[in-house]
């Protein structure tokens, strides 16, 4: 089955600077990468995806980037601030017929400091 | 996105015994899904909630323990048996709005005693 590898477990970054979260996956049949954010007691929040026929996908501060050819795939995170201060999660799916199931990174918890 | 809620937000249970966890959702959705977050880890499929018929479950989690209803594309429920303190955890309910593209309910905080 699929494996997704996170990293680093925890990330410190001073308010403005930018942060990169990092995911290596194991199938290469996984065609969705999304990424989740969640805030303390709050559950987690889709921010970005990308699909395995794309190579970057922007929204606003936050950018995904995917190499198919490495299994990996990483957010970026610009001009960071401290509401950005949270766990991301990433994930991988075959779709298909695995059915949309989601495997997990295991999180990085980002702290952004003023 | 759809609007996803769950019955109870939290609840503290005694061991042995068992609690119903329910996800409602605003719209039809075809795939719903249940996921555990023990404290301070990452989210695990428990398995998906499949209409019509049996639930269908991952590696390590079988339907006595968690036994799974899904009588219409709006609702769903999730049982806990047989609770242990190991049970002790968040349980999110999950729907696929749109292809590969799920959202989360707001979990149910489970602590067993």
């Known amino acids: 089955g699929e494996n997704v590898e996170q990293h680093p477990s925890t990330l410190s970054v001073q308010e403005g600077d930018s942060a990169v979260i990092k995911c290596t996956y194991s199938?290469?049949?996984?065609?969705?990468f999304p990424w989740y954010k969640q805030e303390l007691g709050k559950r987690p929040q889709l921010i970005i995806d990308i699909r395995s026929n794309v190579g970057e996908k922007k929204d606003q501060r936050i950018a995904v980037t995917l190499n198919k050819t490495a299994k990996h795939f990483s957010l970026h995170i610009t001009e960071t601030q401290p509401e950005d201060s949270a766990v991301y999660f990433c994930?991988?799916?075959?779709?298909?017929?695995?059915?949309?199931?989601?495997?997990f990174g295991a999180g990085t918890q980002v702290v952004v400091t003023p | 996105s759809a609007v996803i809620s769950q019955k109870p937000s939290r609840d503290i249970c005694q061991r042995g015994t068992s609690l119903t966890i329910q996800c409602q959702v605003d719209?039809?959705?075809?795939?719903m899904f249940w996921y555990r977050q023990q404290p301070g880890q990452s989210l695990t499929l428990i398995a998906t909630a499949n209409q019509g018929s049996e639930a269908t479950y991952e590696s390590g989690f079988v339907i006595d323990k968690f036994p799974i209803s899904r009588p219409n594309l709006t609702f769903s429920t999730l049982t806990v048996s047989n609770m242990s303190p190991e049970d002790s955890s968040i349980y999110l309910c999950?729907?696929?709005?749109?292809?590969?593209?799920?959202?989360f309910g707001p979990g149910t905080r489970l602590t067993v005693l």
């Open positions: 999950s729907v696929e709005d749109a292809p590969d593209t799920q959202y």
């Open positions: 994930a991988a799916s075959s779709g298909g017929n695995s059915w949309g199931k989601l495997q």
């Open positions: 199938d290469s049949a996984s065609n969705y």
């Open positions: 719209s039809q959705v075809t795939m």
